[in-house]
């Protein structure tokens, strides 16, 4: 079984420009989730679907960022415009929608190295 | 929201036991104790979860005494490949998980 895939593995962007990002769960996951790293700094949640609804985007840093999930299969985290302070990694992780919050895992992808100049 | 404090780095030998404390003083009732795995240019990946007492599967164990104030992760036999981040988490039923700075684990020859 495939899992979770990240498009592209690297991205290198002037600042002003706009990129996207784009997830694929595990099939059949409804959860899905983005997170980032910023250089030196702690992973930290971005925002949360259940299938196509977002559940969750507490974590999203400014109207820069957009995030979709058309159909409920895969996202896209798209940033317009860049600046140098969103260069980092940024992850995607999925999971089956749990009959109980707890010990629901996790499964993330190999993340989008992005680099704004 | 309960915070993790635990070493920022460790250093081990090939086929030493490994063990990772991690303290969470202000965990909850009804918090689980969740630990991750980061390898260089891969994403988090989960290892193991528990509640209380002792947790083993055939990655590591977890140990969590019955205060709950901190929990240790225990890596029996290391080998090159275990070398990575360990991340130590706190599951408030809220799904977004909540990473801090980790162990970085070297395992040297």
């Known amino acids: 079984e495939a899992g979770v895939t990240q498009f592209p593995s690297h991205s290198v962007i002037e600042k002003g420009q706009t990129v996207t990002l784009r997830c694929d769960p595990i099939s059949g996951h409804d959860n899905l989730y983005w997170y980032r790293r910023v250089m030196g700094k702690e992973i930290k949640f971005l925002l949360h679907f259940v299938k196509e609804s977002k559940q969750d985007e507490s974590g999203m840093p400014n109207n820069r960022f957009l995030a979709e999930r058309t159909g409920g299969t895969y996202s896209t985290l798209k940033v317009q415009p860049a600046e140098l302070e969103d260069s980092g990694v940024y992850f995607c992780?999925?999971?089956?929608?749990?009959?109980?919050?707890?010990?629901?895992?996790?499964?993330f992808g190999p993340g989008t190295r992005l680099l704004v100049l | 929201l309960a915070k993790t404090t635990q070493p920022i780095s460790m250093d081990s030998y090939e086929g030493q036991e490994v063990n990772i404390t991690c303290s969470h003083n202000?965990?909850?009732?009804?918090?689980?104790i969740t630990w991750y795995q980061q390898f260089p240019s891969q994403g988090p990946r989960f290892i193991i979860q528990g509640y209380k007492t002792k947790v083993t599967n055939e990655v590591a164990s977890l140990f969590i005494p019955a205060d709950r104030k901190s929990s240790t992760l225990s890596l029996p036999r290391v080998s090159l490949s275990d070398t990575a981040v360990y991340y130590c988490l706190i599951d408030t039923g809220r799904r977004a998980l909540t990473f801090g700075s980790g162990t970085r684990l070297q395992v040297q020859p």
């Open positions: 202000n965990i909850a009732t009804n918090d689980y």
């Open positions: 992780a999925s999971s089956q929608l749990a009959g109980t919050e707890y010990q629901e895992t996790q499964y």
